[in-house]
């Protein structure tokens, strides 16, 4: 007998449902398509990291780490912030480790919003921000961006901002267009926080993964900014091991304190020997972390001219795993959802429908995600496979 308590599900994740990326994955393992639809690297990374994690298990770091994370990587990510953008954090008091920048993200919006709060964020978004802002009961204000240069309107983003906005979040280089935000439009969004007394929270976890030179710019690193700015990261992105799930946050003490009162009740503590793992790639010379882009770059080139003769209309990217394609061009009703569903029985390829990144889903109906961080003989074969849609 159906319960009078159904359907179970809170009201706050009514909608939600089971994140895209399950159900692509899944379907990719049932038809054994390509994958290139949820990202994640086909290689692994740097011997030293991975090495390094076995000696940790190996040496008995198997116990809970201390709730902040374990100081030696507290210490190493302070020294990446200073190393490439300048900034000083203490590693006692403004840096916390998550499981993941998914928990970082958890972590800063459960630990900051208050019922009715609102968000000003860009859409497409990274799917769990709409989900974590539900869970706190605040409101996300999406800012739409449009392709092909998913540049955001400003009096748009002015008009978004109200009262009741605590928080901006932001995130460059961006999932899922690939866009790294440039200077001036990191200065455009920095006067209205400032303006309007807000806090930022920049979701950096493609920081390393730029390409043709773009640079990623740290949002705490422009004028007045430190002060409001909690910055994330994730460890996956970096180093090829997204499955460790070892993430950190960083920013003035009062903002961490507020994520770390979350986060004690999330996770707790995070998986202690990976810590040392990702603190040795954190500390990897300059080179890895050039070298790291100019590989996905090559990666990026050989996917886009085959989604191109494969009869797509190919957006540009500068960063990130991705690229985001309009379909129209190979189905003319537009409706990218029921496309990558097709798509794997038609011809073995999985991909990732824009529209779930999307609060306003006509806006992104048309649109589908590719990630390019495979090998290329991968990429290959996902391009020979798509030609035969045409
Ligand atoms: N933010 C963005 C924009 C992402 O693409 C991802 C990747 N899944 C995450 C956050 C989550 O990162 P993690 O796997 O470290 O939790
Ligand atoms: N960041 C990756 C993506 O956007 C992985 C997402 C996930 O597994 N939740 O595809």
């Not at 190393?83 to 403004?94: H, S």
């Not at 990217?317 to 985001?324: A, D, L, M």
Request: one cysteine or more; aromatic letters at 8%; proline letters at 7%.
């Amino acid at each position: 007998m159906p319960s009078s308590r159904e359907p179970f599900l809170t009201a706050k994740l009514q909608g939600f449902g089971t994140t895209i990326f399950a159900e692509m994955s899944a379907l990719a393992v049932a038809t054994d398509s390509v994958n290139l639809g949820q990202g994640f690297p086909d290689t692994d990374g740097p011997r030293e990291v991975l090495d390094a994690a076995i000696a940790a298990i190996n040496g008995g770091l198997n116990q809970y780490p201390p709730g902040p994370g374990m100081p030696v990587l507290r210490q190493a990510i302070a020294a990446h912030q200073q190393r490439f953008y300048g900034l000083t954090y203490d590693p006692d008091r403004e840096v916390l480790v998550t499981a993941g920048a998914t928990e970082a993200l958890a972590g800063a919006l459960l630990g900051l919003l208050d019922t009715g709060d609102e968000v000003v964020l860009f859409e497409p978004m990274y799917d769990s921000y709409q989900a974590c802002i539900a869970l706190a009961g605040a409101v996300a204000k999406p800012v739409t961006l449009r392709p092909p240069a998913y540049g955001f309107e400003l009096a748009e983003l002015k008009a978004a901002i109200t009262p009741k906005t605590k928080l901006l979040l932001v995130n460059t280089p961006h999932n899922p267009t690939g866009k790294v935000l440039s200077r001036d439009e990191m200065l455009q969004i920095a006067e209205l926080a400032i303006e309007h007394d807000l806090i930022v929270l920049t979701d950096e976890v493609y920081e390393h993964l730029t390409f043709d030179g773009a640079q990623h710019i740290a949002m705490a690193t422009l004028p007045g900014m430190r002060e409001r700015v909690l910055s994330i990261s994730s460890g996956g992105k970096t180093f090829n091991t997204t499955g460790w799930k070892v993430g950190w946050l960083c920013g003035p003490p009062a903002l961490v304190a507020a994520a770390r009162t979350a986060k004690q009740f999330l996770t707790y503590v995070n998986a202690a020997p990976f810590q040392p793992a990702i603190a040795a790639g954190l500390q990897l010379p300059d080179s890895y972390f050039r070298n790291f882009g100019t590989d996905l770059q090559a990666k990026r080139d050989r996917l886009l001219p085959g989604l191109h003769e494969a009869g797509f209309e190919v957006y540009p990217t500068s960063g990130t795993y991705f690229v985001t394609v309009d379909i129209r061009p190979l189905r003319a009703d537009g409706d990218g959802l029921a496309f990558c569903r097709e798509l794997p029985g038609r011809c073995g390829v999985v991909a990732i429908p824009n529209e779930v990144f999307y609060a306003n889903k006509h806006e992104g109906r048309h649109l589908v995600r590719f990630a390019f961080c495979k090998r290329f003989e991968v990429l290959d074969e996902a391009v020979s496979r798509l030609k035969t849609l045409a």
